[in-house]
């Protein structure tokens, strides 16, 4: 090997920088083409993979838009049932208002009980001594005043003892779908266990269930018997939850806590507006407390006003004129929470 002449090593040489010359130049073109192909290869899939992104974000968008209107439609739609049924929940007619008051008469009877309260307070009236012209408005305040202010009395307090104990079995319907149960059982828990007349306003929606209306759809009705805005709440968020989904222990759990809000927050109303409401009440007993002083210590100075024509019509006047002002007071004390 060492034998090699230089002039034979230099061409070997040479002959092997040719011939890897021309190999090159022979593979330049494949090399090139394959680097623009992986080139290519590596933008589309970076371009697919944009795409993919781009696609998954629109229909997150187009997801949330749709549930948006499925939402904006049942509110709408929601709406328009809670306007038809405003006539019959702010001013219902008298037979739903016996039954709000949860009062199991008939109107037919209802008017006969009326017609004897009435009765039976005009001849108390006479038998006490009033005067005749006054026996009408007696008749009057018997037939038609005193039986219908019972029964805003009634209804009232049904009310009144419902949102008592309406967050409490609110609480046990999430507590009963949290731990999975479905939703008609956690209203059949409700219907048999809660106290009353919460058990009686859950035991007609299961009874309406079973007569082929939904859950939603009879949530909905119960306004029409307890009027009560907490009452259109819980339809209003039973409704929503069926048609756009979502988690209705969280939402039944936020309703529960608003409620409750509202409770504390007419608690401290009325504690602030106690004082008013003393102040009142002195202000409307002082006349009577006055007038009967006086009977006592001077009775022939104040008979007049019971005996004689002029007198009843000053007392008839001043009992209008009080019962406005106690009217405005009233008005002035309470606030819609």
Do not use: H
Request: charged letters at 20%; proline letters at 5%.
């Amino acid at each position: 090997m060492f034998g090699i002449e230089p002039a034979v090593l230099a061409f070997i040489v040479l002959a092997g920088f040719s011939a890897g010359g021309v190999a090159y130049a022979l593979l330049f073109t494949r090399i090139r083409n394959e680097k623009q192909t992986g080139k290519r290869l590596q933008s589309i899939k970076a371009a697919e993979t944009d795409r993919a992104l781009v696609k998954a974000s629109r229909d997150r968008l187009a997801e949330a838009a749709r549930r948006r209107r499925t939402v904006q439609e049942s509110l709408k739609e929601l709406e328009e049932k809670q306007k038809a049924r405003d006539l019959n929940v702010k001013k219902p007619p008298l037979k739903i208002q016996i039954r709000q008051a949860g009062m199991d008469v008939t109107i037919q009877r209802f008017y006969l009980y009326s017609v004897i309260c009435g009765l039976l307070l005009t001849f108390l009236a006479f038998v006490a001594g009033v005067p005749n012209i006054v026996l009408p408005g007696v008749l009057l305040v018997g037939v038609v005043g005193l039986p219908r202010w019972f029964v805003s009395f009634r209804r009232a307090r049904r009310v009144k003892a419902f949102l008592d104990e309406f967050p409490n079995a609110l609480e046990v319907i999430v507590r009963a779908v949290k731990s999975g149960l479905p939703l008609n059982d956690g209203i059949r828990l409700i219907a048999s266990e809660a106290r009353e007349p919460v058990k009686t306003e859950f035991r007609r929606i299961v009874d309406a269930q079973q007569l082929g209306l939904s859950i939603p759809d009879a949530a909905l009705r119960m306004p029409e018997t307890m009027p009560c805005p907490e009452a259109g709440f819980f339809g209003i968020v039973i409704q929503i939850q069926s048609q756009a989904g979502g988690n209705l222990s969280e939402a039944l759990g936020n309703l529960a806590r608003v409620l409750r809000d509202r409770k504390k927050m007419k608690a401290k109303v009325q504690a602030l507006s106690m004082e008013a409401k003393a102040s009142a009440a002195i202000i409307g007993a002082l006349p009577f407390i006055v007038a009967f002083l006086v009977y006592l210590t001077s009775p022939n100075y104040i008979m007049p006003l019971f005996t004689t024509n002029v007198g009843n019509l000053i007392l008839g006047v001043s009992g209008i004129w009080m019962s406005i002002g106690i009217f405005v007071m009233r008005k002035m004390m309470n606030f819609d929470v």
